[in-house]
């Protein structure tokens, strides 16, 4: 795990979210607090359990977005799940213990990708070796050198060749909601107890050395110890960030509600309180996974969470509603913004576009507007005011020079504005 201050955290963090210091701050603090108790005796480890967070806010102004960023700093296993898809035992769906093995799978896959980086250079050697039998079977020594040096060139990048690899084929399965844990694990035992098929295919050598590269270091790795530390990392640094956990609150003033919402919010109380779950990768306990809630609690209430759950989610934060000015700073001072991202996009079929301030602005005067009127979705809005100003743009090419100012921005977008029926189709 990074051991990054919370103070270096949160500059990270501005590099990508403009705004909601507050939740930044606290997020920060939780994720320092995973490695100052790293740090401490194995026996208090034990004790120590993780401050879950809940973050309060409309959507689209960052909360998943911090939460995902926040993995990426630790280098932690990170999901996103929705409260809304899972239901409560006794019922067709999937059950609350599927969020831990997704976070293992994603463990996992995160940690192969790790060792897979570490043996590549090795695995590259026996790859370049086994490209040089196909290419020269029966060759002298000599031979091999100087086919050696050419491949090293580059010289015999197309030539096509025929190799024996690995039959991976994934097969197609058809499982009950609910049942995919049982059917990975069933495909697991079947394609461990059955030795892998060997099939011949025709490729050019640039395609059959990375097919060969991938093989290689698959023998180069142990996955026993892939699981292993798949499943500590998953245990001890894992993040799970459930969204739309208002809609499971309960709610008496609320007619028409999920009637199993309570349920399954009884049901998650194990998982996020600390329960062992049976993964393919092994059992994983989550007594120090971090759990972040998330909803917009515009009708239901936290006090309306049950209890228990209320108190799983000790840390509250409300996120703010973005501001015209938020949404101005979002367009232009993120490292990959909004604005450079249709720059580069646009630039690939030779259109060069320039965004003014004016025009900056003039989106995110739009944008703004429509969300106070509408409906208030955040910084999303700006995609949806942004593909409308630039419709003509993207649909074109090689159109040179472009300059999206305030006067091009109100020629694409006040007449949409200024119709609610449009408004509402439209942006």
């Known amino acids: 795990?990074?051991?990054?201050?919370?103070?270096?955290?949160?500059?990270?963090?501005?590099?990508?979210?403009?705004?909601?210091?507050?939740?930044?701050?606290?997020?920060?603090?939780?994720?320092?607090?995973?490695?100052?108790?790293?740090?401490?005796?194995?026996?208090?480890?034990?004790?120590?359990?993780?401050?879950?967070?809940?973050?309060i806010g409309p959507t689209g102004v960052g909360k998943t977005e911090i939460a995902r960023r926040l993995a990426r700093l630790a280098n932690a296993p990170f999901i996103k799940v929705e409260a809304t898809k899972f239901t409560e035992v006794g019922y067709v769906g999937r059950d609350v213990e599927s969020m831990v093995r997704d976070l293992a799978q994603a463990s996992y896959v995160m940690v192969e990708a790790e060792m897979l980086e570490t043996v590549k250079e090795n695995a590259a050697k026996e790859a370049e070796e086994t490209l040089l039998d196909y290419l020269l079977p029966s060759g002298s020594a000599e031979g091999r050198d100087k086919m050696r040096e050419l491949l090293e060139k580059g010289d015999l990048e197309e030539r096509v060749i025929e190799i024996e690899v690995s039959d991976d084929k994934p097969r197609a399965q058809v499982m009950m909601p609910g049942m995919e844990e049982m059917g990975m694990n069933l495909q697991d035992m079947l394609s461990n107890a059955m030795p892998k098929k060997k099939v011949k295919r025709k490729l050019t050598v640039k395609e059959a050395r990375k097919v060969l590269l991938d093989e290689e270091a698959e023998k180069l790795i142990d996955y026993d110890e892939v699981s292993r530390v798949a499943v500590d990392r998953a245990e001890n640094s894992g993040i799970i960030f459930i969204d739309e956990i208002d809609k499971i609150a309960s709610d008496d003033s609320r007619s028409g509600g999920d009637v199993s919402g309570e349920g399954v919010q009884r049901d998650l109380l194990p998982v996020v309180e600390g329960t062992q779950v049976t993964t393919r990768y092994g059992a994983v306990k989550t007594d120090h996974v971090l759990f972040i809630g998330a909803g917009a609690f515009s009708v239901a209430k936290p006090s309306d969470l049950i209890p228990e759950m209320q108190g799983r989610?000790?840390?509250?934060?409300?996120?703010?509603e973005l501001t015209e000015a938020d949404l101005e700073r979002i367009l232009k001072e993120p490292e990959h913004s909004l604005t450079m991202q249709y720059v580069e996009l646009l630039k690939v079929d030779g259109t060069n576009i320039n965004f003014t301030d004016s025009g900056i602005k003039s989106i995110a005067e739009y944008s703004a507007q429509v969300n106070k009127e509408i409906e208030d979705i955040g910084a999303r809005r700006l995609h949806t005011v942004l593909e409308t100003v630039l419709e003509d743009a993207s649909f074109g090419t090689d159109l040179g020079d472009i300059e999206i100012n305030g006067e091009y921005v109100s020629s694409k977008l006040e007449a949409i504005t200024q119709d609610e029926d449009l408004s509402r189709y439209i942006l």
């Open 1 to 55: 795990m990074i051991s990054l201050t919370p103070n270096e955290i949160v500059n990270q963090l501005d590099q990508h979210i403009i705004g909601q210091t507050k939740a930044k701050r606290l997020v920060a603090v939780a994720l320092r607090n995973h490695y100052r108790r790293r740090q401490l005796t194995e026996e208090l480890q034990k004790d120590v359990t993780p401050k879950n967070i809940l973050m």
């Open 313 to 320: 989610f000790p840390v509250r934060v409300e996120l703010e």
